[in-house]
Every structure is written in structure tokens, then in C-alpha cells.
């Protein structure tokens, strides 16, 4: 399994940027979808997951920002992120989960400047 992420790149504070994700390879469609990000000097954090039958977990400080979903026939899964701040600079990182099985992409890297 693969996941190959794209979207990345420099906004300023305020604006916006679509994540998007496409899982190639042998992946279920009812694996657990999502994005996790590690800003400069800081831990891996989950930003929002996705489950197959649509249940949605965001961290609390993207909620009502980022807008996290999936198209399970494709394997993709995309991160809306509007009103971009300057603490949402990170590497951003597609996952997918199956059973007990982790899967990470390369990382994209946003960068929100002031």
C-alpha cells in the first residue's frame, strides 16, 4: 500500500488549501482514513480520520476550519483547510489504518506565513 499525498504549500494567514490523498495498492475500502501533522520541533498529531461509514474525528483546534472526507471507491481521502493560521504550519501526513496495520504517505508541508 501507498499513499501518495499532494496540495501542500505556502498560504497566508486566512487562506486555504486542499489536501488530497490517493491509497494505491491492496487497501479496504473500509480502512480508517486521515491526516496527521508534525509542526517544527513538535510530536506527530492527528488532525481528523474518517472512517468508511463516515464517521469524522478532528483535533479540536481545526474544527469548523478543516473539513476532512473520502471517496472509498477511489481511495482518496482530502483535507479542506480554510482560515489557515500561522500554528497550522506542519508536515502533513495522509494515514490509513486496516485491522491492525498503519500506513503513512511522504508528508506535504504547509507553511501559513503572517
Known amino acids: 500500500v501507498q499513499l501518495q499525498a499532494s496540495g501542500g504549500g505556502m498560504v497566508q494567514v486566512g487562506g486555504s488549501l486542499n489536501l488530497s490523498c490517493v491509497a494505491s495498492?491492496?487497501?479496504?475500502?473500509?480502512?480508517?482514513l486521515g491526516w496527521y501533522r508534525r509542526a517544527p520541533g513538535k510530536q506527530l498529531d492527528l488532525v481528523a480520520l474518517i472512517t468508511a461509514t463516515g464517521q469524522i474525528t478532528y483535533r479540536e483546534i481545526v474544527k469548523g476550519r478543516f473539513t476532512v472526507s473520502r471517496d472509498s471507491a477511489k481511495n482518496t481521502v482530502s483535507l479542506q483547510m480554510n482560515s489557515l493560521k500561522p500554528d497550522d504550519t506542519a508536515v502533513y501526513y495522509c494515514y490509513a489504518q486496516y485491522d491492525s496495520t498503519r500506513y503513512w504517505g511522504q508528508g506535504t508541508e504547509v507553511t501559513v506565513s503572517s
Open positions: 495498492g491492496s487497501i479496504s475500502s473500509d480502512a480508517v
